[in-house]
């Protein structure tokens, strides 16, 4: 079933008008133009700002909120603390919709804290004015007295017997523990015969994810019906919905939600927030909009963050070097409360610790805990860049414990071709792929053997630019999620994903969608498959969305989801469609829809084309319902709620290239292949750009960036010009090749590409540094690969050599 | 992210200017490319009651040849240094600085008398015309007078300019001799971790983000000028200093790069000892 890459291209040139071409985006002209409408462009009469006082201390009870210089400035008009505001929302919390246990510890979440604040930047009184301006000089000036309490900000010491705790009335800071370990015995037993054991400690530093646009919220009251508008920058309209109904106790038809043009948002607008819950709770009880628009430095500690996360990872293997079993102990750091899913983003790198690897035996153990920091929560790739790197790590110092280049080990090791649909060791199975082929493109293109003999010069003339090579071969799981499965992980939802087709009248067509993009290009894709599919031209196609009163029931964009579960949603409501409409054609003909063809557009009978009744002929048909079959219902459109039977499972192989001034610890990525398998493409161009952007983002965490806490929980990097996002300046130039094996799973054979290039790129580029700097003795690599990192890892080598540098 | 309040005034000329500053005292800014002064408003590091907009002064923007020396106005874009023929011809590192600040958008923005009178040892250009041995034209309510460059920079984000002057213009000697700049940093927009200046083959050099205020390598350049080797001259660039450590760098670290990158300066620059 396996097909390269130029089949695939053919047969989607032969069947395909548009699905398989590069398109330009039907969104772009709006961003480039500044013609598209985000939630700080929105404004409506009345409305009153929202200004947000946030702890300034990791962990301090609050004595006392005082807001009388605030209530002096111009434009205040009220300062409420957490108490003051309690009523509004009375015992019920912020959401986690993930408890991934029966006995997981969730502490209640206010929107605002009233007694203890539990992190910098935990809510802990608001302001009300008329004017941004004057909820910034107000929030400013409140003044709140707090005594300080010892902060937990090192996940590897939080459990310990005398550390401080989060929660007070918990008695522990841990949550949760989660294991996977299916068989405990032939685990250590594999380890007990094993010729080789690697074992490895990893840091996942935490990572702002910083999108384009932070967030933003607008409230807006129906006050003689008792409804609210409840505009957000959110990657999850339908979501917010049912959580703003069941937190705030409105009936949920009288809420709509309406994400505007949202930014961007990498998993931090997957949740439900605190400054949500406030403006809609403040809103409906003062009747008029209340609105709020997050600042980037405030974003830094009001939004969630990603990773965060301790690794332990062993592998056994034998004398050749096949693995045999691996072993992983995660502790996780959930910062201070649990969002929306923040316990389960762990987890979802919790089935993959295997890799692409054919791993018998399986050991995984999961212990999350509290800590006087930002909540984490999913963050591109959300746990499967996680569990990536280790593994990929950790291949890379069995490749060099076994004495073969990290290709073979990988080679010696991977799942095999013909073993698909394949059942890992962790219990899911896999859909489709060719590792080994994927690999073999990568190392080609990547022109190893020069590579190395320049590598080998370089060593041997002592040279300080060092070059490293570094491998990434990555499986993962996407197109979240078979409702049953979310229900064995104790999901609080399902996993479908709702459409509508909607033919018009004057043969236009809408498409509705209830997975909610946001920089994804879901309406140029989206509109390619439908007008494929019909035989029209994508222009007669509109793609609405984003909006629960115009796309009622959806489960939003996430997980890499939106094509190989919105995506053939989309799809298969445009089959009912054209089955119904095939009922219309036959009618017309009066013939035998089995004798029916749908060829460029029209219907024919086979083999009499002169005969042909247009797609627009049916759409007015259905209108006029002048003449359609006995009972037929008079219109022409479909719905379709599509669950999956399974995930999906995109993998590839990165390879980076850097070079390493061991003088400065400067880091260049020089060159970087990226082969991936995301089954079938709809516009190799979206796939590109998400594989750029994706690279470029765990490349980020590789070199650049990480979110600094002081040991006391103050964060040291709240801008831009501290937090280090590279730009395009600092991008690889990519050269990037695919493979194709579609996913059996769905109809189109597609299987997301959203995360793909964050959940590869992190490790080929610290395996590059690691090689590059091996002949150093240098081992492992802390990231972010900073300069000043790669030096003292260079320095503190030659310390402990022994014989080394005085 | 939000300044607080504050006036605006636009100033008609340097003289206007100057009146301005004079009326508001300490209460009042000089706004030119906004690109140092903007970003301390929004966090609130900087909180003026009264900003004087100097930025559309065409008058002080321009780049002249004067009897042995270039004059710029104080008003000039980096981006104007940047790709100034006659700058690339008279004092190549100066151009080829401008060319590394920010990115495009800062460099359009920008003005050298903004970057001097905001006196950041971390910027490239203070840094560059302490090499070239520049001069600084200050207007008063009393008139002119002339800086020059070593008695400019008095501390950390401090200059000898007083609360009622004005940059008008900045003088760099012709400065054909061996050159380079080396800018250490993480992403292509950053300030410099460390910054090495060398002009004159090595009988300037100067370090960016060292210390409270741009300095001149002066163990380093006395080294030169007394026959020590390249190398070893290099490795006196930080002596007597005490850079500042932050995230990118610590202090030690500061001093090896610092070492790394004057060693690198002056072998680009073809420096040797005399
Ligand atoms: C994203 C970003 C990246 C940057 N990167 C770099 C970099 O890599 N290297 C670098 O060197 N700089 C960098 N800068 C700073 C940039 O070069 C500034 O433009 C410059 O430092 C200040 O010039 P300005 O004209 O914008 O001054 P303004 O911001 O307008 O003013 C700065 C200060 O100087 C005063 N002032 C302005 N003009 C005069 C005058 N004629 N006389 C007296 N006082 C005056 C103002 O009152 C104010 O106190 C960066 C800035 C940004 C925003």
């Known amino acids: ?165 989060v929660h007070e009335s918990l008695g522990t800071n841990k949550s949760y523990t989660w294991p996977l370990i299916p068989n405990p015995e032939a685990v250590d037993e594999a380890f007990a015969n094993a010729a080789h054991t690697i074992s490895e400690r990893y840091v996942q530093q935490r990572l702002i994810p910083a999108p384009m646009e932070p967030r933003g919220v607008l409230a807006s009251p129906g006050v003689a019906n008792g409804e609210l508008t409840l505009y957000s920058a959110t990657q999850v309209p339908h979501i917010l919905k049912v959580m703003t109904a069941v937190t705030l106790g409105i009936p949920e038809h009288k809420i709509r939600v309406v994400a505007p043009s949202v930014g961007g948002g990498f998993g931090c607008k997957l949740n439900v927030y605190a400054e949500e819950i406030l403006c809609s709770a403040l809103a409906m009880d003062r009747g008029v909009p209340v609105r709020w628009t997050e600042g980037r430095s405030e974003a830094a500690t009001a939004t969630i963050q990603g990773r965060g996360q301790v690794q332990h990872i062993e592998l056994a293997a ?166 049953r499965v979310l229900a064995s992980l104790n999901y609080g939802a399902g996993g479908w994903e709702a459409a509508t087709v909607r033919v018009l009248p004057t043969a236009k067509v809408q498409v509705i969608t209830g997975s909610t993009p946001h920089g994804q290009g879901h309406e140029t894709s989206w509109s390619m498959i439908v007008a494929d599919k019909l035989g029209i031209d994508p222009d007669d196609i509109e793609v609405l969305h984003s909006d629960t009163a115009i796309s009622p029931t959806g489960l939003d964009t996430y997980g890499s989801r939106s094509l190989s579960v919105g995506g053939t949603a989309v799809f298969m409501a445009t089959d009912k469609v054209l089955d119904k409409a095939r009922l219309i054609a036959a009618h017309q003909l009066e013939a035998n829809e089995g004798d029916l063809e749908y060829v460029d557009g029209s219907f024919n009978v086979k083999g009499t084309p002169t005969a042909a009744v247009p797609f627009a002929a049916i759409a007015f048909a259905a209108f006029t319902a002048h003449d359609l079959p006995d009972g037929m219902e008079p219109n022409l459109e479909a719905h379709v709620t599509y669950d999956p039977p399974n995930f999906t499972f995109p993998n590839g192989t990165h390879i980076a290239i850097v070079e390493v001034d061991t003088q400065t610890g400067d880091v260049a990525i020089v060159d970087y292949v990226a082969v991936d398998d995301c089954g079938n493409q709809i516009n190799p161009l979206i796939v590109e750009g998400q594989i750029h952007g994706g690279v470029l983002q765990g490349a980020a965490q590789a070199l650049y960036e990480d979110a600094v806490y002081s040991e006391d929980g103050q964060i040291v990097t709240v801008n831009l010009g501290d937090y280090l996002v590279p730009s395009a300046a600092e991008a690889p130039t990519y050269r990037l090749a695919s493979h194709v094996t579609p996913s059996p799973t769905n109809p189109m054979g597609v299987k997301g590409v959203g995360e793909a290039g964050t959940i590869a790129a992190a490790p080929a580029v610290i395996n590059a540094v690691v090689d590059a700097l091996r002949p150093l003795g240098v081992t492992d690599m802390a990231m972010p690969a900073s300069p000043q990192t790669v030096w003292n890892t260079i320095n503190n080598v030659n310390n402990e050599a022994p014989g080394g540098a005085s | 992210m939000i300044p607080a ?26 706004l030119a490319g906004g690109h140092s002064l903007i970003p301390m408003m929004r966090f609130r590091l900087a909180t ?39 700058l690339a011809q008279s004092v190549p590192l100066l151009a080829s600085v401008a060319a590394l600040v920010g990115d495009p958008a800062v460099r359009h923005r920008g003005t050298i008398g903004g970057t001097l009178a905001h006196s950041d040892p971390a910027s490239d250009l203070p840094a560059a015309l302490l090499a070239l041995g520049a001069t600084i034209v200050a207007r008063g309510p009393h008139g002119d007078r002339e800086i020059a460059i070593t008695d400019f920079f008095t501390g950390y984000f401090e200059s000898a300019l007083a609360d009622d002057e004005m940059i008008v213009e900045v003088r760099v000697p012709v400065s054909t001799g061996g050159w380079d700049y080396q800018k250490f940093n993480r992403r292509a927009q950053d300030w410099a971790i460390v910054g090495v200046a060398v002009a004159q083959g090595g009988s300037g050099v100067s370090l960016v983000n060292m210390g409270s205020t741009p300095l001149r390598a002066s163990a380093t350049e006395q080294a030169l000028a007394s026959g020590a080797s390249v190398a070893e001259a290099a490795t006196l660039a930080a002596e007597g200093l005490q850079p500042p450590g932050d995230l990118n760098a610590d202090a030690e670290f500061r001093s090896h790069l610092a070492r790394v990158l004057t060693e690198r300066a002056l072998v680009a620059a073809g420096a040797s000892s005399t």
Request: glycine share 8%; net charge negative; hydrophobic share 40%.
């Open chain 2, 5 to 30: 309040s504050f006036d605006y005034q636009v100033a008609e000329s340097p003289e206007h200017a100057v009146a301005l500053l004079t009326e508001h005292g300490d209460e009042a800014k000089l």
């Open chain 1, 318 to 483: 034998d004398t050749d070097g096949k693995v045999t079993a691996v072993r992983v102990k995660l502790l996780a750091d959930m910062g201070a409360y649990l969002q929306l899913v923040t316990p389960g983003v762990p987890l979802l790198g919790g089935f993959l610790y295997h890799g692409c690897y054919d791993i018998p035996n399986y050991s995984f153990e999961c212990t999350s805990v509290f800590t006087n920091k930002t909540p984490t929560d999913a963050y591109r790739g959300a746990g499967r860049p996680e569990a990536t790197y280790a593994i990929e790590r950790a291949m890379d110092s069995l490749a060099i414990a076994v004495g073969v280049t990290p290709e073979e080990i990988r080679s010696r090791n991977f799942i095999a071709a013909d073993a698909f649909p394949y059942e890992s060791s962790a219990g899911l199975v896999f859909d489709s792929g060719d590792y080994q082929t994927v690999l073999d493109k990568a190392v080609a293109m990547a022109n190893l053997d020069t590579v190395r003999t320049e590598q080998t010069k370089r060593r041997a003339d002592k040279s300080n630019k060092l070059l490293g090579i570094g491998f990434s071969s990555y499986v993962e799981m996407c197109g979240l999620a078979p409702s």
């Open chain 2, 48 to 86: 003026p009651a009264v900003l004087i907009d100097v930025g559309r002064l065409q008058d002080l923007r321009y780049i002249n040849a004067t009897n042995g020396s270039i004059a710029i106005g104080a008003l000039t874009r980096h981006s104007e240094l940047e790709h100034s023929k006659l």
């Open chain 1, 1 to 165: 079933m396996n097909t390269t890459m130029t089949e695939t291209e053919e047969a989607a040139t032969t069947s395909y008008t548009h699905i398989g071409k590069a398109r330009l985006r039907r969104e772009d002209p709006a961003l480039l133009t500044g013609e598209a409408r985000f939630i700080d462009d929105l404004t409506l009469p009345a409305e009153l700002w929202l200004g947000i006082v946030r702890s300034t201390e990791a962990h301090a009870k609050i004595l006392g909120v005082d807001g009388r210089a605030a209530l002096e400035i111009e434009g205040v008009s009220e300062v409420l603390s957490g108490a003051d505001l309690a009523p509004l929302w009375g015992e019920s919390a912020l959401p986690c919709a993930w408890p991934v246990t029966d006995d997981m510890a969730n502490p209640p979440h206010l929107p605002v804290a009233t007694s203890v604040a539990k992190y910098v930047g935990d809510a802990v009184a608001v302001v009300l004015a008329t004017s941004r301006y004057a909820a910034a000089d107000g929030a400013a000036a409140v003044l709140v007295d707090y005594e300080q309490l010892p902060a937990v900000t090192d996940i590897e010491s939080a459990l310990a017997t005398d550390a401080p705790l």
